[in-house]
């Protein structure tokens, strides 16, 4: 990586802003999913140890873009559900960021004459919240962190000025710090006060420990991939995948294997009837080219040949696994079948790097998640053979957890659109407007 890292740079005793991507599902107050904070854990764990004084921001979800929909539709808009109190809480709850030396033997609660009430077993004194991320409070409250101590800001975006990219607004944000640190991989493919303006006024610019680790997993994959390279792209729309398909072929990936919706586009184009399941007409030529693309470059294009469908009137009780040829005009495909389950793990067998973005079915809806289960299984058992294996997209990660093979990955991406745009061979805003080495 040619952009320096926070171990490049001194960080003791200053006031370090960490842009962090903690953009993770919440429901009720509890997080249901923490991979995104567990993933900048080691950036803040190296920032505490190193005696800094931790400022973490994030956004969460599209708080103003709902709201406006919400009072168009004149429907009811809960602000609250766009804090990032719950992950306050759950920071607060996590051992290696509670105040390790409360938690020894000396009792530490006393009352006014100095006798010791008890033994507290840990006293959560470490990590704070701001009720906004800039303003006079929140300056005053920076000011008042000691070495060692984190404070997490509220929700970036329930500023205008955050995706607007608002000098004023980034400004304000770089005033907090000394350093900037952008650990939030998640969100660098956006120019936002927090991951670019900023930049522009704080002297120092830096990655944090994970965005350097996604950075240097996926540039290896899209450089200098150990061979052979196997792409597995899944997902809806073969819209959103064009520029990735476009740039991994270019790159001459050794096998391509495409899933999900999207292949559906190219069965039709290629004359096939693909009945209710969903197509992007207007693409039909574009899957072509591709098609061509491919075969001009050697790299094997691998296609779906049987699929889950349901009858579209009967969806209940019709499902059935059929040959693509054999599909009618009645019919939808929402999961791979058992033969392309076998082709596709055969297409795995002894890669040497496997990229996989996009579930090969549809995810959600029980048991149309077998197919991307069975891809989550045949990229651990690749990567016990010896691959190295990134996976990134909610839909894919998700199955890694939920079959739980977290620890099979070598490398569990937490971007997916960021994700995608590096792959395409862009440039992330986030990065480059980091300082160069
Ligand atoms: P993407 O955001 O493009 O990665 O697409 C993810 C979505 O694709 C998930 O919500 C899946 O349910 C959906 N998907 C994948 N395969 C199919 C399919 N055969 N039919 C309908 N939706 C699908």
């Not at 080219?289 to 889950?308: C, F, G, N, R, Y």
């Not at 009137?313 to 040959?323: A, E, G, H, Q, V």
Request: with cysteine.
């Amino acid at each position: 990586m040619n952009k320096k890292a926070i171990k490049d740079i001194d960080i003791k005793d200053k006031r370090v802003f960490i842009r962090v991507d903690f953009n993770v599902p919440i429901k009720d107050g509890k997080i249901e999913d923490d991979t995104r904070i567990r993933g900048a854990m080691p950036t803040i764990e190296y920032a505490i140890q190193q005696g800094s004084k931790v400022i973490l921001a994030s956004h969460l979800g599209r708080p103003l873009e709902d709201k406006k929909k919400a009072e168009e539709n004149k429907m009811p808009f809960d602000e609250s559900k766009y804090s990032l109190k719950p992950v306050y809480e759950y920071l607060r709850a996590m051992p290696q960021l509670q105040d390790i030396s409360s938690r020894g033997d000396e009792p530490v609660f006393t009352n006014e004459q100095g006798t010791a009430l008890g033994k507290a077993e840990v006293k959560n004194d470490k990590v704070f919240f701001a009720n906004d991320c800039v303003g006079a409070n929140v300056k005053e409250r920076v000011n008042q962190l000691k070495a060692g101590e984190v404070l997490l800001l509220e929700n970036l975006r329930l500023h205008a000025e955050e995706e607007a990219n608002d000098d004023e607004f980034a400004k304000q944000l770089a005033e907090l710090c000394e350093v900037y640190v952008n650990d939030a991989f998640g969100a660098a493919h956006r120019a936002h006060a927090s991951t670019a303006g900023i930049t522009k006024f704080v002297d120092t610019a830096v990655a944090g420990l994970l965005m350097e680790k996604e950075l240097n997993f996926l540039s290896k994959a899209l450089n200098n991939p150990e061979r052979p390279f196997v792409a597995i792209l899944g997902g809806a729309k073969v819209s959103d995948k064009i520029p990735v398909i476009e740039s991994l072929i270019e790159r001459k990936v050794d096998k391509l294997l495409i899933g999900g919706a999207m292949a559906y586009t190219f069965f039709k184009a290629n004359g096939y009837t693909v009945g209710k399941s969903l197509v992007e007409e207007a693409l039909m030529p574009k899957a072509l080219e591709i098609e061509k693309m491919a075969k001009d470059k050697s790299v094997e294009l691998i296609l779906p040949t049987d699929h889950q469908v349901v009858d579209s009137y009967d969806p209940l009780n019709s499902r059935k696994t059929i040959p693509i040829e054999f599909t009618n005009k009645g019919l939808v495909g929402l999961d791979i079948g058992v033969e392309t389950i076998e082709i596709f793990k055969r297409a795995l067998e002894g890669a040497k790097t496997i990229l996989w973005n996009g579930p090969v079915g549809m995810f959600e809806e029980k048991p149309f998640d077998e197919g991307t289960i069975a891809i989550a299984q045949a990229v651990a058992e690749a990567t016990e053979k010896g691959a190295t294996s990134i996976v990134g997209g909610g839909d894919s990660v998700a199955a890694i957890n939920q079959a739980g093979l977290e620890d099979k990955i070598s490398h569990i991406s937490t971007g997916g659109g960021a994700t995608l745009e590096f792959l395409s061979g862009d440039a992330l805003p986030g990065v480059e407007a980091l300082d160069e080495k």
